[in-house]
Structure formats: structure tokens, C-alpha cells
Nanobody
Framework: QVQFVESGGGLVQPGGSLTLSCAVS????????MQWWRQAPGKQRELVAT?????STMYIDSVKGRFTISRDDAGVYLQMNNLIPEDTAVYYC??????WGQGTQVIVSA
């Protein structure tokens, strides 16, 4: 059974930083492109960032220059800097092909 366990969320002030982590089990995730998604209250889930097995990265425009996706043998990460209230959401990692984990809540508020 494939499981994604996200962690690292929390409450942060605008301009602050957080690093999210994703542990994957039941899957050789090193063979997959890995993604971070987010779902804000009342909105659809959106793809935020992707990292391919060889390390190429892609971001949505609203996070370019602020977020960095990375990976190693232990998991997948999302470094988030200069956070803004619009980044408030539950964040999920996935391959895009599997069931969702519980996600980790990020709240950006003064």
C-alpha cells in the first residue's frame, strides 16, 4: 500500500518560511516525478511544484522564486520562503497517480 506522510506545516507570519517534508512508503518513489499540491479553503486542489527523477523542477507562477522542491533518498521536500496569506492551504505530496495522504496544514497569518 502506497502511503504519503506529509509534515512540517504550521502557523507562520507573512514573510516567514517553512520546510515541508514527505515520506513515501510502499513505492520506489525514486522512479517517479514527485509533486507538491495544495488545497486552500473552498478551492480546488492545485499542483504547486514538480520534481522529476533526474531533478528537473517546475513551479506554478505564483510560487516561483519563493518555493523550492527537492528530493533525496529519504523523501521529498518543499522549502517555502517569503510566505504570503494566499499560500494558506493543506499541502500534499503525491506522484499524481496515487491516493492522497492526510496533508499538512500551512497557515500564513499575522
Amino acid at each position: 500500500q502506497v502511503q504519503f506522510v506529509e509534515s512540517g506545516g504550521g502557523l507562520v507570519q507573512p514573510g516567514g518560511s517553512l520546510t515541508l517534508s514527505c515520506a513515501v512508503s510502499g513505492l520506489n518513489f525514486r522512479r517517479y516525478a514527485m509533486q507538491w499540491w495544495r488545497q486552500a479553503p473552498g478551492k480546488q486542489r492545485e499542483l504547486v511544484a514538480t520534481i522529476t527523477p533526474n531533478g528537473s523542477t517546475m513551479y506554478i507562477d505564483s510560487v516561483k522564486g519563493r518555493f523550492t522542491i527537492s528530493r533525496d533518498d529519504a523523501g521529498v521536500y518543499l522549502q517555502m520562503n517569503n510566505l504570503i496569506p494566499e499560500d494558506t492551504a493543506v499541502y500534499y505530496c503525491n506522484t499524481g497517480r496515487h491516493d492522497w495522504g492526510q496533508g499538512t496544514q500551512v497557515i500564513v497569518s499575522a
